[in-house]
């Protein structure tokens, strides 16, 4: 069996005396991880960081099998994000919760999108509210593609648009004031950048608000993906609520 597709890459690991172990996220292929012989030669290694892209080639006799990768780099990242350590903490959060959310062989195509998008994102913006502005609402929308969206344009209970203070812990749906005031103890807040008439205040958003969304996210991250798996947070994705 063969595929061909885009890859970007998430984890690598160490395999034998000379091969690597590596998992991508693939435009149609989802989640995938494949051997590449020779991984930590001088040759290959340099190109094997997290957050590059590739045109990979995967081969196997059997789907069911690991498989071998081959690959193309397409690109690079190199020193380009060494001279700012957010743009560092970000890349390895995103690729952690990516290795520990998905399913392999799953279709995560606009993901994939998302991701890339992102990625190149960071090499580019140097604000760094903008840059965990915009990793919170990659980190928002991945909720979505595998299945625990957040939905906060409405209130739940009532239908209403208006006054949208607090989100379900249960359903992660928003609540408004009137509806939720009886049961504020048990809900949590509804941040700032989410609340509709605060669309324009995004451009200058402080750290405080940014922290807000973040701590919302670890809670649902934590509830659907880490609990249900029986695994550890990841510490360098915590650390991003201590900036």
Known sequence: ???EDKGIL??????GETDQIATFITSEHGLSNGLIKGGISKKQKPYL????????????????????????PVDILG???????????LLSSLCSILYDALAENQNYHEL???????????KTTQKDTQLLLQYIIWEKNLLGFIGFALNLDKCN?????????YISPKTGHAICKS???PYKDKLLPLPKIWKKENELYLNEVCF??????????SFFLEQRIYFEKNKPFPFIRKGLENL
Do not use: H, V, Y
């Open 1 to 3: 069996m063969k595929w």
């Open 10 to 15: 998430i984890a690598i690991k160490k395999f």
């Open 49 to 72: 960081q997290i957050g590059n892209s590739f045109n990979i080639i995967w081969k196997s006799r059997l789907e069911e099998q690991l498989g071998f990768f081959s690959f193309d």
């Open 79 to 89: 020193t380009m994000l060494f001279d700012n350590p957010l743009k560092l903490q």
């Open 112 to 122: 994939f999108i998302q991701t890339k998008f992102l990625i190149d994102n960071l």
């Open 157 to 165: 209970a009532t239908g209403g648009t208006e006054n949208l203070c």
């Open 179 to 181: 509806a939720g005031e």
């Open 208 to 217: 405080s608000d940014l922290k807000e969304a973040l701590e919302i996210l």
